[in-house]
C-alpha cells in the first residue's frame, strides 16, 4: 500500500510540472461539420491534421467542443491554447494570434427553393432574414454591414433547421459543410434548400487561432509539424481519407 500511494504522488507530481503541461495542447471549436465534431471519427480532418502536426514535435492534443461563442471566450480567457476552426480578421488580431493556415473555405448563401434571391452586392440583400452562427465572422464588408437583418443563432446545425422552418431567407455557410449537414443531418431538406454559387461570400483560410499568452513554441510546433506534413504527403493523404 505504501509503495502504491508513493507511486501515485508521482504520478501526480508528473501530471502537475511544467514540462508534462508543456507537452499537452488543449484545441476547442464548435460542430464545424463534416471538418470538425465530437460525433466524426477522430474528431474529423481539421482535428487529425492538427494532432499529426504536433505529434511531429512531440506534442499531445486534447479536443473538445462547445458552442462558437464561449469557444472564442474559452480561447481568450487562456483557459484553453485555441480553437482550429478560425479565420483571421483585423479585429481577432487585436486579442489572438494565429497559426500558418491549413485549409480553405469557400462561402455562399443558402437559401429555400421555393425563394428567388439573386443578389450582386450586400445591399441587394436588405430587409431579408438572414441567420448568422453567433460570434462568427462572414467576410469584412458583411460583418460591418449593420443594414442587414441578420439573426444570431447559436451553431451552424440550428440555423439550417431554421432555414428549413421558413424562418429565415439566407444562411451564410461554408460550401461543403452546408451540403454535407442538408445530406446527412437534415436529407428532409434536400428539396427545399440549395445554394448560391455565384458570386462567394467571401474564400476563407482556416486557422488555428491561439490565445494571446500561449507559449509562442506550441504555435511554430505545429507551423513545423504542418510544412512537413505537406512535404511528406501526409497532408493529402488525410484530407483524401475523408473525401
Known sequence: MKHL???LLILISLSSSPSFAENIVTISGSGWLPYYGRELKNFGPIAELIKEAYSRSGYQVHFSQSPWARVLEEVKSGNIDGTGVAFYTEERAKHYL?????MTSDYVFFKRKDKHIKWSKLQDLKGLRIGVVRGSSVSPEFDDANY????DVVSDSRVMQMLGADRLDLIPADLISGIYLIREKYPELRDQIDYISEPK???????IMFHKGVDKDKISAFNEGLAKMKADGT???ILSKHQ
Do not use: A, M, P
Open 235 to 237: 497532408y493529402d493523404k
Open 98 to 102: 494565429f497559426s500558418e493556415h491549413f
Open 5 to 7: 500511494t508513493s507511486l
Open 148 to 151: 442587414l437583418n441578420k439573426k
Open 201 to 207: 461570400i467571401q474564400s476563407h483560410k482556416v486557422y
